[in-house]
């Protein structure tokens, strides 16, 4: 119970200090749609800032790229999630709620098994289902569930002012297609050669049956993506490597080890596309077994470029034949293979073929989330409950907080100095109200690693007190020292 009351608290602080809030508030709440507040729009961004500086700025054989959310509908056709991007759910007889099969908890444990994201489709509706002791999670009751049917999970919407030109799109319920669409774009455009990654980081929709948990499971959300190109028979080591890169990334952003843990996926819960996926799992504070899905990786192998150059071929001149996707024969298909736009010629080798794709796709949300809850800490001090941020300092969304001791004795002027003099190069926040004690405080809870206190003695000996977040130690630095000394301590 302990572990969720944290979320609870979590949640509140959250709303208190300005991370996160119900979208559409005032006009009583849009369920499963949250707005970053102001705390929590510069968490989010150090989130993203961090990833792209791993995955992108740091490595040399990856490149970004940044796509529209609305794609040509021929994308989620020949990607497979038109027909079959969907999950199996039932309906209760009872109340008419529609759960996910795989969500439907026995009436003898009461445990649900949630930590799938999506079910194969085809692997699920073919198995048999028995939900006679399955409990409703709206109504409670058992067994008193209709057939399973598939529900298809992307929003439509449609694009055109005129009837006669207006065309129903999908959004986009993963940024990858749009990587996979531009391959050869990037290919023409810039120097890089297989093995090679693209990067991305953007919105994506998926119309959940189930959503969950604050931030953790909702209709829009954020992916950070890498499509990393490599040969067929080299897939197997790269998959590992991305395993351990994706696994120290959140190690090195301080998340507790203790928290994090591989699962691989079954086989029959695999994706349409993927030979194999390991999910990043984090103890999240809710749900029936803790463990989540935070990220997965998975080894999508050619499937992706190859049904894009079977796509293709229905749209455009870039094949001999033009045709319907499911009348491309064996014959043409070997053709692209060896020929085709998606396929890529290795000068080294002297051979052409399709790159395996590896794909570490992490959700910015659901990582903020794992950030926030893992940094999250409440002690006693002098009588009194301390909640702090223990935020690695690249995460946090302040990096220093400057206060004069008092309003007056030109302590605010100084105050007012240092905070020009650093707001170019750190994220901080100028505080002259109240008690300095309540002003740590406040600082605590926003998970600021350093208050910068000007008191009496500034005047005297030029030294501010600095004052650090988690220790709660003092010490005094000269003023004219506090940027080299934030620089080193916060690793910017
Ligand atoms: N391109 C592969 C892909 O989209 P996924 O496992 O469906 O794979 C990847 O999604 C990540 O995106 C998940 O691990 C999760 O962090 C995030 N994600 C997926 N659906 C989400 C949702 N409804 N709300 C928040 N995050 C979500």
């Known amino acids: 119970m302990a572990k969720l009351t944290k979320l609870d608290d979590i949640v509140s602080l959250c709303k208190r200090r300005g991370f996160i809030y119900q979208s559409s508030e005032i006009y009583g709440g849009l369920a499963s749609c949250y707005d970053y507040g102001p705390l929590g729009a510069e968490l989010k961004r150090n989130v993203r800032d961090a990833w792209w500086k791993a995955?992108?700025?740091?490595?040399?054989?990856?490149?970004?790229?940044?796509?529209?959310?609305?794609m040509h509908p021929m994308v989620w056709k020949a990607s497979?999630?038109?027909?079959?991007?969907?999950?199996?759910?039932?309906?209760?007889?009872?109340?008419?709620?529609?759960?996910?099969?795989?969500?439907?908890?026995?009436?003898?444990?009461?445990?649900?098994?949630?930590?799938?994201?999506?079910v194969n489709i085809e692997t699920e509706a073919a198995k048999e289902h028995d939900l006679s002791n399955k409990v409703?999670?709206?109504?409670?009751?058992?067994?008193?569930?209709?057939?399973?049917?598939?529900?298809?999970?992307?929003?439509e919407t449609q694009m055109g002012a005129n009837a006669d030109d207006q065309m129903t799109l999908w959004l986009r319920p993963e940024t990858a297609q749009g990587i996979f669409a531009n391959f050869r774009n990037v290919l023409d455009s810039t120097r890089v050669k297989v093995p090679f990654g693209i990067a991305q980081i953007g919105k994506s929709f998926r119309n959940e049956v189930t959503t969950k948990a604050f931030?953790?499971?909702?209709?829009?959300?954020?992916?950070?993506?890498?499509?990393?190109?490599?040969?067929?028979?080299?897939?197997?080591?790269?998959?590992?490597?991305?395993?351990?890169?994706?696994?120290?990334?959140?190690?090195?952003?301080?998340?507790?080890?203790?928290?994090?843990?591989?699962?691989?996926?079954?086989?029959?819960?695999?994706?349409?596309?993927a030979k194999a996926c390991v999910d990043v799992e984090y103890k999240f504070p809710f749900g029936s077994g803790d463990w989540q899905e935070l990220e997965g990786v998975a080894n999508r192998t050619d499937y992706d470029l190859r049904q894009h150059q079977r796509g293709m071929r229905t749209m455009n001149d870039w094949f001999e034949s033009k045709?319907?996707?499911?009348?491309?024969?064996?014959?043409?298909?070997?053709?692209?293979?060896?020929?085709?736009?998606?396929?890529?010629?290795?000068?080294?080798?002297?051979?052409?073929f399709i790159p395996y794709v590896i794909e570490p796709s992490?959700?910015?949300?659901?990582?903020?989330?794992?950030?926030?809850?893992?940094?999250?800490?409440?002690?006693?001090?002098?009588?009194?409950?301390?909640?702090?941020?223990?935020?690695?300092?690249?995460?946090?969304?302040?990096?220093?907080?400057i206060f004069p001791l008092v309003k007056k004795d030109g302590m605010p002027e100084i105050a007012t100095k240092l905070y020009d003099d650093l707001k170019g190069n750190f994220a901080c926040f100028y505080d002259q109200k109240g008690a300095v004690g309540r002003r740590y405080r406040r600082q605590d809870e926003a998970g600021t690693p350093y208050c910068l206190t000007i008191d009496g003695q500034t005047k005297e000996d030029n030294t501010v007190t600095v004052r650090e977040r988690d220790s709660m130690e003092q010490s005094r630095i000269n003023i004219d020292q506090i940027k080299a000394y934030l620089r080193e301590k916060l690793d910017l």
């Open 55 to 70: 995955v992108v700025q740091m490595r040399d054989d990856i490149v970004g790229l940044d796509c529209s959310i609305l």
């Open 323 to 352: 045709g319907d996707l499911s009348k491309i024969t064996l014959k043409e298909e070997a053709e692209d293979y060896h020929k085709g736009p998606l396929s890529f010629f290795d000068e080294q080798n002297k051979e052409r």
């Open 136 to 155: 409703c999670p709206a109504c409670q009751a058992v067994g008193k569930f209709g057939e399973p049917m598939a529900f298809k999970l992307m929003f």
């Open 215 to 273: 931030i953790f499971r909702t209709r829009e959300f954020e992916q950070a993506e890498l499509e990393f190109f490599c040969a067929p028979g080299t897939d197997e080591d790269w998959y590992e490597h991305w395993k351990q890169q994706r696994f120290n990334w959140y190690l090195d952003l301080g998340i507790q080890k203790e928290n994090l843990r591989f699962r691989d996926h079954d086989p029959d819960e695999l994706a349409h596309y």
């Open 362 to 401: 992490a959700g910015v949300d659901r990582s903020t989330l794992a950030f926030l809850v893992d940094a999250y800490d409440e002690e006693e001090v002098k009588g009194a409950t301390r909640s702090v941020l223990r935020f690695h300092p690249h995460l946090a969304p302040i990096k220093a907080a």
């Open 80 to 118: 497979g999630h038109a027909d079959k991007f969907a999950d199996l759910v039932t309906v209760c007889k009872k109340c008419n709620t529609r759960t996910r099969i795989d969500h439907l908890a026995d009436k003898s444990d009461g445990d649900a098994a949630e930590h799938t994201e999506h």
